[in-house]
């Protein structure tokens, strides 16, 4: 059996090659789909199957343009509604793969149409089953039930099937069962995924919080508590998958705008360079998401899918990585760019101030904002804080004085630097990047409080 996991850090994703004597399938591939061809060219196999654990929300899946170009049958649950050509699967279904059997469960609970996948080795039998699981199961967590209630279902409903999937399905199998999931830590597919991508059955009883013996009522409950904010672009990104999305070199490149192009630009202006690069200077109004963090998972919760979008950066080669990167969470819409080296006009600067120096300020005069998720600020933040996460930011903007001093804050920097460009773009005029974030200010022994409703949690 030849076997890989290919991992996307910054979309914490991971899809797989499964190969057997000539023949080899994809399960949950990104939208770029080289890679995939590469490893079976390598091996000298043919893909014959595509196949999708569910349709995907949190990225824009290849698989059309894997099959055009591979010839390979694409492969869904049976419930779902592509609107291209599938090979449905139900409950016990089964193919073979060269000498690999494959077995589909239906396993619906984060999405109706969720199947997960058994892999069976025929050649050896005491090699345990590779189970990919799709967002049913991850590595400390389940798949948020939460995501889909647009199509009529309610959290407590989907809980409820994804309970039954559970412990109908995939709890009998054996514990030496290998657990392989489509997302791993920093997923906003769950809550508490780890950093592990890959497990088993066994492993998963011991240690993940949602398998523990409890009631149906006590699962729903617990799964579908303190879930992160739903980005706007995950209804979009499904869709997409169901529709069949355009091969990515059937895109328009961006092309290069100049200073007045750029500054008479009707669309965003993104900036992905680093916070420091950033801050020494910008185009007025830029939006910084940097390339160096879960940039487009931030792009599509803070950017309408849709609009226009001028790449603001320090070398052609950022402009490629964040035009690919963009067009994962579907992002089409990259019309320009513009490298900042070119840029004639004055730039906007974002001073990066560190802890300490933000300690002495801190006075009725200015305001300190954290943007984190509600929870991390409720287990301990620099006091003095009051917490709008970066996802609401720019709705909670009337809660600031646009006169005050603003000093922005997260864990590490990256979402602060997001925040302070969020800040500009509203007016607030006097607006500073802490340096090592809440990270910093714990590492400096500065006075932190945590929140009565994280005592209450604990």
């Known amino acids: 059996m030849k076997f890989k996991q290919f991992y996307l850090g910054c979309l914490a994703h991971a899809s797989y090659y499964l190969g057997s004597e000539g023949e080899a399938a994809i399960i949950d591939p990104q939208r770029d789909i080289q890679q995939y061809l590469d490893e079976a060219e390598a091996n000298e196999q043919k893909i ?73 080795n025929t050649e050896n039998s005491d090699e345990p089953l590779k189970m990919f699981t799709g967002d049913t199961l991850f590595i400390g967590d389940v798949g948020r039930p939460d995501l889909i209630g647009s199509k009529g279902f309610t ?8 309970y039954d999937s559970l ?17 791993g830590a920093g997923s906003l597919c769950g809550k508490s995924l780890s950093e592990e991508t890959w497990s088993t059955l066994g492993k998963q009883r011991e240690t993940n919080y949602a398998l523990k013996p409890m009631s149906k009522e006590e699962f729903v409950k617990i799964v579908a508590a303190d879930q992160p904010e739903v980005p706007a672009y995950f209804p979009k990104s499904a869709a997409k998958n169901l529709e069949g999305s355009v091969a990515l070199e059937e895109l328009s490149a961006p092309k290069e705008f100049t200073t007045e192009e750029v500054l008479d630009f009707e669309g965003i202006v993104l ?7 950033y801050g020494n200077g910008h185009v007025p109004n830029a939006i910084n998401i940097g390339l160096a963090g879960q940039f487009a998972s931030w792009a599509g919760t803070l950017i309408s899918i849709g609009s226009p979008i001028v790449i603001s950066a320090d070398t052609q080669e950022q402009v490629a990585e964040a035009t690919m990167r963009l067009a994962r969470v579907g992002f089409e819409t990259v019309e320009g760019y513009i490298l900042m080296e070119n840029f004639e006009a004055e730039a906007k600067t974002v ?37 709008l996460p970066l996802n609401d930011l720019a709705r909670e903007i009337d809660k600031l004085h646009p006169d005050k001093p603003t ?34 200010w714990q590492d400096e022994g500065l006075e932190t409080e945590v929140s009565a409703t994280a005592c209450a949690n604990s």
């Open 351 to 387: 001073k990066q101030i560190p802890v300490k120096e933000v300690n002495e300020k801190l006075s009725e005069d200015v305001q300190f904002v954290d943007v984190r998720r509600p929870q991390e600020h409720a287990n301990g933040h620099a006091i003095e804080t009051i917490n």
């Open 48 to 120: 014959k199957y595509i196949i999708e654990t569910h349709s995907h929300a949190d990225f824009v899946s290849g698989h059309i343009e894997l099959a055009e170009k591979s010839g390979a049958e694409i492969i869904y649950g049976q419930k779902a509604d592509t609107k291209f050509p599938t090979h449905k699967v139900k409950d016990g279904d089964e193919i073979m793969l060269g000498k690999i059997k494959l077995k589909f469960l239906e396993t619906p609970g984060h999405t109706p149409e969720g199947i997960t996948i058994l892999a069976e």
């Open 407 to 440: 000093y922005v804050i997260c864990q590490s920097g990256y979402r602060s630097s997001i925040g302070t460009s969020i800040l500009e773009n509203a007016g607030i005029k006097e607006v500073y990047n802490v340096t090592g974030g809440t990270n910093a």
């Open 167 to 183: 412990h109908d399905k995939i709890l009998p199998l054996p514990d030496e069962t290998e657990v392989y999931p489509a997302h």
């Open 271 to 277: 900036d992905v360079r680093e916070r420091v690069e």
């Open 155 to 162: 959290a407590e409903q989907m809980g409820s099937m994804l």
